[in-house]
């Protein structure tokens, strides 16, 4: 009798372990493809948001390169049609409206990540002051700019291009991840 009971305890040990193994087996295979597709979710938010914020940067600082190609325009058309404002409150207004644009799509980069975008993100806020505040600054002079006035304007687009080139290759190194199962 005892070589059945030993027969039962193994055939039953068995079952269990098999049971329990194919539980936890498929229970992992549900789990790591509910990762997979969260991640390659999570990839699309992020790129559709990348993707948003790289148009409305290259949109914001054209706006900005355009004030400037038309300066002297502005400063002596514009400026006699509107009653009472002053030249710097209208280029601050303009820029103001400019780099609030860009507020939006950098939360949504900001809230997607991961940490080496948002540190990209960081970069083109830093960038994007500066050249907003001399169009501003040079404004407020109210009168012709002379080259000297101008000469930090170009480098300060090749920061904000500096900035935006990060951004791209965080961006790039970001997206190269796939989703992945088990992380």
């Given at each position: 009798?005892?070589?059945?009971?030993?027969?039962?305890?193994?055939?039953?040990?068995?079952?269990?372990?098999?049971?329990?193994?194919?539980?936890?087996?498929?229970?992992?295979?549900?789990?790591?493809?509910?990762?997979?597709?969260?991640?390659?979710?999570?990839?699309?938010?992020?790129?559709?948001?990348?993707?948003?914020?790289?148009d409305?940067?290259?949109?914001?600082?054209g706006?900005?390169?355009?004030?400037?190609?038309?300066?002297?325009?502005?400063?002596?058309?514009?400026?006699?049609?509107?009653?009472?404002?002053?030249?710097?409150?209208?280029?601050?207004?303009?820029?103001?409206?400019?780099?609030?644009?860009?507020?939006?799509?950098?939360?949504?980069?900001?809230?997607?990540?991961?940490?080496?975008v948002?540190?990209?993100?960081?970069?083109?806020?830093?960038?994007?002051?500066?050249?907003?505040?001399?169009?501003?600054?040079?404004?407020?002079?109210?009168?012709?700019?002379?080259?000297?006035?101008?000469?930090?304007?170009?480098?300060?687009?090749?920061?904000?291009?500096?900035?935006?080139?990060?951004?791209?290759?965080?961006?790039?190194?970001?997206?190269?991840?796939?989703?992945?199962?088990?992380?």
């Amino acid at each position: 009798m005892n070589e059945a009971w030993a027969a039962v305890v193994a055939a039953v040990a068995a079952g269990v372990f098999a049971l329990a193994g194919g539980y936890y087996g498929s229970r992992r295979q549900t789990t790591d493809q509910a990762d997979v597709e969260h991640g390659q979710w999570q990839r699309g938010q992020r790129l559709e948001a990348y993707l948003a914020l790289l148009d409305a940067w290259d949109a914001a600082v054209g706006k900005l390169t355009d004030i400037a190609a038309d300066w002297d325009h502005q400063l002596y058309g514009e400026v006699e049609q509107r009653a009472g404002d002053e030249f710097g409150d209208v280029i601050a207004a303009r820029t103001g409206r400019i780099t609030a644009d860009l507020k939006r799509p950098m939360e949504r980069v900001d809230l997607l990540g991961p940490p080496a975008v948002e540190d990209a993100v960081a970069g083109l806020r830093t960038a994007i002051e500066p050249v907003a505040k001399h169009l501003v600054r040079m404004a407020i002079k109210e009168e012709r700019a002379t080259p000297q006035d101008w000469e930090p304007w170009e480098s300060l687009l090749q920061q904000a291009d500096s900035a935006r080139a990060k951004l791209a290759s965080a961006v790039k190194a970001a997206l190269k991840v796939s989703p992945r199962p088990g992380k």
